[in-house]
């Protein structure tokens, strides 16, 4: 248990030398070399040190392990959802259907926000059209006017 960062220290000098001595100056061999070296040690490194802090686990660890869930949901609040939801498969079969329209809902109005704030002023409704109005325009609205005024004053006379 002890010697592990003395084998750990002889690794990096022994896998930053082999990279040297293949190219004293920076070179991706060389870098690729060390990087392999220490993704091995810690990988082997961290695999024991997992292992003895497995069996290391104390009482009061093993207590409170039982005791707490997963994830820090509270053991009542786990056990009130399965006694509701995971009983059954119709139960369970709801509240994933239940879980996919709120996500749905949620993840919607979420990219639809962030849409709208990044195009604002770009899409149909968050354009200023008064911007884009031109004479010709006026003068079309007015010809339209007079041309429905006239039709109202045709209609007028017909019916007296």
């Given at each position: 248990?002890d010697h592990w960062p003395?084998?750990?220290?002889?690794t990096?000098?022994v896998?930053y030398?082999?990279?040297?001595?293949?190219?004293?100056?920076?070179h991706?061999?060389k870098?690729?070399i060390?990087?392999?070296?220490i993704?091995?040690?810690?990988s082997?490194?961290l695999?024991?040190i997992s292992?003895?802090?497995?069996r290391?686990r104390?009482?009061?660890q093993?207590?409170r392990?039982k005791?707490?869930?997963s994830?820090?949901i509270p053991?009542?609040?786990?056990?009130g959802?399965?006694n509701?939801?995971g009983k059954s498969?119709?139960g369970y079969?709801?509240?994933l259907?239940?879980g996919?329209?709120?996500?749905?809902?949620?993840?919607g109005t979420?990219s639809d926000s962030v849409w709208?704030?990044?195009?604002?002023g770009?899409?149909?409704e968050?354009?200023?059209?008064?911007?884009?109005?031109?004479d010709?325009?006026?003068?079309?609205?007015e010809?339209?006017?007079?041309?429905e005024?006239e039709?109202e004053?045709?209609?007028e006379?017909?019916?007296?």
């Open positions: 248990g003395l084998v750990h220290s002889l990096l000098v896998f030398c082999i990279g040297n001595c293949i190219s004293p100056a920076p991706p061999i870098n690729y060390i990087d392999v070296g993704m091995l040690f810690n082997a490194a695999r024991n292992r003895v802090g497995l290391s104390t009482a009061t093993q207590m392990a005791t707490t869930a994830g820090g053991t009542p609040v786990l056990q959802w399965y509701i939801f498969t119709i079969a709801t509240w259907v239940a996919i329209i709120v996500a749905e809902g949620i993840t979420l709208n704030s990044v195009n604002a770009r899409t149909f968050t354009v200023d059209w008064t911007k884009f109005k031109s010709d325009d006026d003068e079309d609205e010809e339209e006017e007079e041309e005024e039709e004053e045709e209609e006379e017909d019916d007296e």
